[in-house]
């Protein structure tokens, strides 16, 4: 079992940047792949970001390649995304999650992930 906790959301304007945390407490941090996933309203969730245990691999979404980056600190327990040059489509309430039975090899898919936390609200104004 593992709690995930989101942070660092809030309202920022269009080229800014915002960095997101997820704490985890529980089971070893170290055995999950972790993912970032937003929704906006009436959307479906969609995968966004996603790190492997060790943090040597990451992966993003086409639509986040190049703005976003992915990070992970196995002492803190906690992994990461900063987000920059952001736009009002990135709108949306992000989520983190854990996935302990993959190890990261489905990291798009939202169904192959255990646990995930209650959501940060970001909000890019334009």
């Known amino acids: 079992q593992v709690q995930l906790v989101e942070s660092g959301g809030g309202l920022v304007q269009a080229g800014g940047s915002l960095t997101l945390s997820c704490a985890a407490s529980g089971r070893t941090f170290s055995s999950y792949a972790m993912g970032w996933f937003r929704q906006a309203p009436g959307k479906e969730r969609e995968f966004v970001a996603a790190i492997n245990r060790s943090g040597l691999d990451t992966y993003y979404a086409d639509s986040v390649k190049g703005r976003f980056t992915i990070s992970r600190d196995n002492a803190k327990n906690t992994v990461y995304l900063q987000m920059n040059s952001l736009k009002p489509e990135d709108t949306a309430v992000y989520y983190c999650?854990?996935?302990?039975?993959?190890?990261?090899?489905?990291?798009?898919?939202?169904?192959?992930?255990?646990?995930w936390g209650q959501g940060t609200q970001v909000t890019v104004s334009s």
């Open positions: 999650a854990a996935d302990y039975r993959y190890g990261g090899s489905y990291y798009r898919d939202l169904h192959k992930y255990d646990y």
